[in-house]
């Protein structure tokens, strides 16, 4: 039997195409990936994350933990509403996943991912034995991101006056608890946007007012070609357990110089770092196919240095042609993709290729 | 009235008046691979034979090779897909075919699924 999110009744409402994604039943488009994504870069979308953990953790120990557990360093979360995005490695320096950690008012919340649930918790557990303290995850609570360039503005609308100003004065990667809906200026679209976690009871009723502001229902296929346009990492794609994070371009999630502190993989990833130095990582970089086709996640490349292999991949709404990450060898200057039995020529490009609507590699 | 045939692996072929036959994907095919971002389309004049690969339509979400139904000549493609292959999405069956076919023998087509036929296969 596969779990449904509080929303799901409202995603048949809007023609959902249902998936099993993960073991959640969830929507993969409702019609149209390519004018959702469209809808997301020019107006507004809405999207249902219900199914994604959050892990609130909170008890006397728990600076001491999170700046253990996690690679960035959470003591620059030194109020609260911030949000930080994070790795959490084994020992090895393998990813074990991908994270968002906010500082609330007298506790820290984690949004992981939904198809690494059972191993974080078993993990953050397992961590927490000689600390003081309490891991609590949040299953009663639904997530909604609304993102695109009027998203803030459509949220606002349906805000009361004073709680659209706090939200309206929101910097990046800051968040508000406004009663018991807390609201972060977070997302994986390359857009300007918000996430709501808020009690599963007001799903509904903020899903209807939202589509009454015509924000429109964002399925998980648009929101794969808009997180790859933005350059981010998908875990368990572009990232797992037996890669380094160097080797999937998160080294900004790593804080190496803090005084007394020593993150869980600390030391494997620093033999990776000289590995790296030596040019001896393969790291993880854009791909571009200009001319016709579709990259592919899996499919093999060639460089001027040895081989690689596209790790997410996919067409471009917004260029109108598709583009990749790809994980190559050091210093690689060419890429050829072998796509049907043929090597095809692809252009190498900075791992981000669309912000705020608009193209941005060279 | 024009019949239409369907294979298992999801396109369609209609015989025209002249003799020629349209072939393209199933509704059905259009809406398991998603939105159409590009297709290939083959070169006029090419012979094919039955089950062979003849064009290739790729979605968001996968490559997808187009067998020929039957064994003929392709006698025109349909451009206008090169620009719109969302043409596809909007009309699997009727704007958004893909190639016409000079048919070597209609016996083939009595292999092929029938519309009623097809409606059950794909359940």
């Keep these: ?362 | 009235m024009s019949t239409i045939k369907y294979t298992t692996s999801h396109e369609w072929i209609k015989l025209e008046d002249d003799g020629t036959a349209s072939v393209g994907i199933s509704e059905n095919a259009q809406d398991l691979l998603g939105d159409i971002v590009f297709v290939e389309l083959p070169d006029v004049g090419t012979e094919i034979s039955a089950k062979q690969e003849v064009a290739v339509v790729e979605s968001v979400k996968a490559a997808s090779d187009i067998y020929s139904p039957v064994t003929g000549e392709v006698v025109a493609v349909n451009e206008v897909l090169l620009d719109a292959p969302e043409t596809i999405n909007a009309s699997p069956e009727e704007d958004g075919w893909i190639f016409k076919i000079k048919i070597s023998d209609e016996s083939e087509l009595d292999e092929l699924m029938d519309a009623e036929t097809y409606a059950e296969h794909i359940e």
């Design chain 1, 1 to 362: 039997m596969l779990k449904r999110t509080p929303l799901f009744d409202k995603h048949l409402e809007a023609g959902g195409k249902m998936i099993d994604f993960a073991g959640w039943e969830m929507p993969i488009n409702y019609g149209s990936q390519i004018s959702e994504h469209k809808q997301v870069r020019e107006h507004a979308g809405l999207f249902d994350v219900s199914h994604m953990t959050v892990v609130d953790i909170s008890g006397e120990g728990t600076v001491d933990y999170l700046r253990t557990l996690l690679t960035n360093d959470i003591a620059k979360l030194d109020k609260p509403g911030m949000a930080l995005y994070t790795a959490m490695l084994n020992e090895e320096g393998g990813v074990i996943d991908d994270l968002i950690v906010y500082s609330m008012s007298g506790f820290f919340r984690l949004v992981v991912n939904c198809a690494t649930r059972e191993k974080d918790l078993a993990w953050l557990n397992q961590q927490a034995a000689s600390y003081d303290v309490e891991i609590t995850e949040r299953p009663e609570l639904a997530i909604l991101a609304v993102h695109g360039p009027e998203a803030i503005e459509k949220v606002c609308s349906l805000l009361t006056p004073e709680d659209a100003e706090v939200v309206m004065q929101l910097g990046n990667f800051k968040a508000a608890e406004l009663g018991d809906r807390f609201i972060a200026r977070t997302g994986y679209t390359g857009e300007k946007g918000l996430e709501l976690i808020i009690p599963e009871q007001q799903a509904a009723t903020l899903w209807d007012g939202l589509l009454a502001a015509d924000v429109k229902p964002i399925g998980l296929g648009a929101r794969d070609s808009l997180r790859l346009e933005a350059g981010m990492n998908l875990y368990g794609h572009d990232m797992d357990e037996e890669t380094s994070p160097l080797a999937a371009n998160m080294e900004q999630v790593i804080t190496w110089t803090s005084e007394g502190r020593n993150f869980i993989g600390r030391d494997a990833v620093m033999k990776d770092k000289a590995k790296q130095i030596d040019g001896d990582l393969p790291y993880l970089t854009g791909l571009v196919l200009e001319s016709r086709g579709v990259l592919r996640e899996g499919q093999k490349v060639v460089t001027d240095t040895g081989e690689g292999v596209i790790t997410s991949g996919g067409f471009s709404p917004t260029l109108g042609h598709s583009i990749a990450l790809v994980r190559i060898p050091a210093g690689s200057k060419t890429c050829k993709v072998e796509m049907r039995g043929e090597l095809v020529e692809a252009r190498l490009v900075k791992p981000n290729f669309v912000r705020f609507g608009k193209k941005v590699f060279e």
